[in-house]
């Protein structure tokens, strides 16, 4: 795992991170929902919690899809090629391609458009961005900075848990196994596990 | 921009997509240094792009110079591949994958596999045959 220079992150008393998404883009409740289940995958093993609210302007993480040239110097380039970027902390910009062939439902893996790209996989890999991660050699890692189309790749590996816990610490009811994502409910029957880092 | 339930939809419904960014690339392949190459200077800037070649304020030429072969070395590197500076296969299949926008260096620095003490990266074995 590796950390942005300087190693930033969101500061100790703002652990309970709220996001918005563009309200342009008009996204259905099954597309937040991709989001939704990708925030909770790092919530579970850390001990920041991810919201959804309605305030655009006043969230913390700002979720919006743009096409080519869309203001912040780093534009995008149609189908493929660059997926999506995100600003180390505490900016929370997220920002994804809007050219893409993104899956936010189905089984991206059987699709038979080649350039079909699952939308929770990026997600999850610009989240950590977001949290203050860098790009990792490990490529079972989820920030690993390539995705083949048509992949799904959503589970947090040991590499990307060790370097979010090394930021933020662990969460008291991560058992070490981070293949699904844990629910509020899971968390308050788990029987707990220590923290990794 | 989003494909409603990927697995119901008829192939015939899906958009043809004719050519993904980057897929000039693979025509690099086996261009070496000292070569000279139209579309070079593309590549030189995906590397810029992604931290392997520092901000340059001249516009890129087509030659495969020495910045583009320490370029592909620590981009290699990065990626697990066998760190020759060359265009092979491997390296351009990795090139032309889909990524993130956010570069591998930034400043100038890395923390990947270029960046770390060989103890560390290291995972070649060497195997003798009796």
Known sequence: YTFFPGTPRWPDGKSDLTYAFLPANQLSDDEKAVFSRAFQRWAAVTPLTFTATDSYTAADIKIGFFSGDHGDGEAFDGVLGTLAHAFSPPSGRFHLDRDE????????????LSSAVDLESVAVHEIGHLLGLG????EESIMYPTITSRTKKVDLATDDVQGIQVLYGGNPNYNGSSSTPSTS?????SDGGEPRA | ???PNISSIPPSLLPNVSSPAWNAFRNFSGCHAGERRDGLANLKKYFRYFGYIPETPSNFTDDFDDALAS???TYQHNFNLEPTGQLDDATLTQLVRPRCGNPDIVNGSTAMNSGKAESLSATHFHAVGH
């Open chain 1, 101 to 112: 062939n993104w899956v936010a439902t189905g089984d991206v893996t059987t699709s038979s």
């Open chain 1, 135 to 138: 790009h990792s050699s490990v």
């Open chain 1, 185 to 189: 409910q899971e968390r308050e029957t």
């Open chain 2, 1 to 3: 921009f989003f494909l």
């Open chain 2, 71 to 73: 370029a592909i070395k």
